[in-house]
Nanobody, 125 residues
Framework: QVQLTASGGGLVQTGDSLRLSCPIF????????MGWFRQAPGKERLFVGA???????MYADSVKGRFTVSRDNANNTVHLQMNNLKPEDTGVYYC???????????????????WGQGTQVTVSS
């Protein structure tokens, strides 16, 4: 059983940075593709970025150049570095695990088997 919980959220201003973390417990952790999603109130859960066990990454167009997903396999933790935050980045951020390959399919929430508790990110204008 895989367990994971996102942390590191908070209230920031436009242009600020935040770093989210998601430690992973259980399973073949380095074999998983880890994804980050966010969900604004009343909206669907949207893909932010993902990373493979070997460090290949994929990002949503809205965060390219601002967000970076990284993976610390020694500590079984995935991070989401968010720079130049905008109000539209506001939402609950979730980390998730899929055993699938990194592809367009892994941009969909349904591709992920395990989800962590989310962490709230609020960006004020």
């Amino acid at each position: 059983q895989v367990q994971l919980t996102a942390s590191g959220g908070g209230l920031v201003q436009t242009g600020d940075s935040l770093r989210l973390s998601c430690p992973i417990f259980g399973g073949s952790r380095s074999a998983y593709v880890m994804g980050w999603f966010r969900q604004a109130p009343g909206k669907e859960r949207l893909f932010v970025g993902a990373i493979t066990g070997t460090g290949n990454t994929m990002y949503a167009d809205s965060v390219k150049g601002r967000f970076t997903v990284s993976r610390d396999n020694a500590n079984n933790t995935v991070h989401l570095q968010m720079n130049n935050l905008k109000p539209e980045d506001t939402g609950v951020y979730y980390c998730a695990v899929t055993t699938g390959q990194l592809s367009i399919a892994t941009m969909a929430p349904r591709a992920y088997s395990f989800w962590g508790q989310g962490t709230q990110v609020t960006v004020s204008s």
